[in-house]
């Protein structure tokens, strides 16, 4: 079974904060995504990653950066939270034409 | 741009009935793939149904099934003998065959009634 972590289930920061979103998959799989969760608007792309150190831009990257030092681990970072971040945030991994499989997901709260 | 648009943002139906989801897609390409992932209550999202938009036969995996309409761009979901299991959030997707990126619908919230 593939398997995709995410560090934390839950998680509360202060504004400001510069926060670490983790995920890890145990696949192989080249492709790697963050997604942002919230209601009504369904599941909107952050960032994603065809191979290690490569990333490109989703829909909505603005305030988020991302790391991938490794195949296997994708990181999300947060430069200075504030509280519009406060969210559900997805992170997947793919091996492409198969669909992507998801993590448990990590939901943030901005205070 | 690839969009994907799910019309119903809520519906429920009694256990054992017939359910069908909507989704409708645009794309001026000919080579991609469709796929339903279902989220239940505070649980991971899985993937439910996969098509290959070069295959005309409807895929199918036990009590789900999709409508394929490849001309009308329509990709829709049907679930057969409902049950309470089923109750989550369903989402629509789509993924080019040349592209990396996955675009999904913004969901609908199926309610499976006892």
């Known amino acids: 079974d593939v398997k995709v972590t995410q560090s934390s289930r839950y998680l509360v920061k202060r504004t400001g904060e510069k926060v670490f979103l983790e995920c890890v998959q145990d696949?192989?799989?080249?492709?790697m995504f963050w997604y942002r969760q919230d209601p009504g608007l369904g599941l909107r792309l952050i960032y994603f990653?065809?191979?290690?150190?490569?990333?490109e831009k989703g829909d909505i990257p603005e305030g988020y950066s991302v790391s991938r030092e490794k195949k296997e681990r994708f990181s999300l970072i947060l430069e200075s939270a504030s509280t519009n971040q406060t969210s559900m945030y997805l992170c997947a991994s793919s091996a492409r034409l198969l669909g992507a499989f998801f993590g448990q997901g990590t939901r943030l709260t901005v205070v | 741009a690839q969009t994907v648009t799910q019309s119903q943002p809520e519906m429920s139906v009694q256990e054992a009935e017939t359910v069908t989801l909507s989704c409708t897609y645009d794309?001026?390409?000919?080579?991609?793939?469709l796929f339903w992932y279902k989220q239940p209550p505070s649980r991971q999202m899985i993937l439910v149904i996969r098509q290959e938009a070069y295959k005309q036969q409807n895929a199918t995996e036990n009590r789900f099934s999709v409508n394929f309409q490849k001309a009308a761009k329509s990709f829709s979901l049907k679930i057969s003998d409902s049950q309470l299991g089923d109750t989550a959030m369903y989402f629509c997707?789509?993924?080019?065959?040349?592209?990396?990126?996955?675009?999904f619908g913004k969901g609908t919230r199926l309610h499976i009634l006892p």
């Open positions: 794309t001026s390409e000919n080579n991609y793939y």
């Open positions: 990653s065809y191979d290690v150190k490569m990333k």
């Open positions: 696949m192989d799989h080249e492709n």
């Open positions: 997707a789509f993924l080019l065959n040349r592209d990396d990126k996955i675009i």
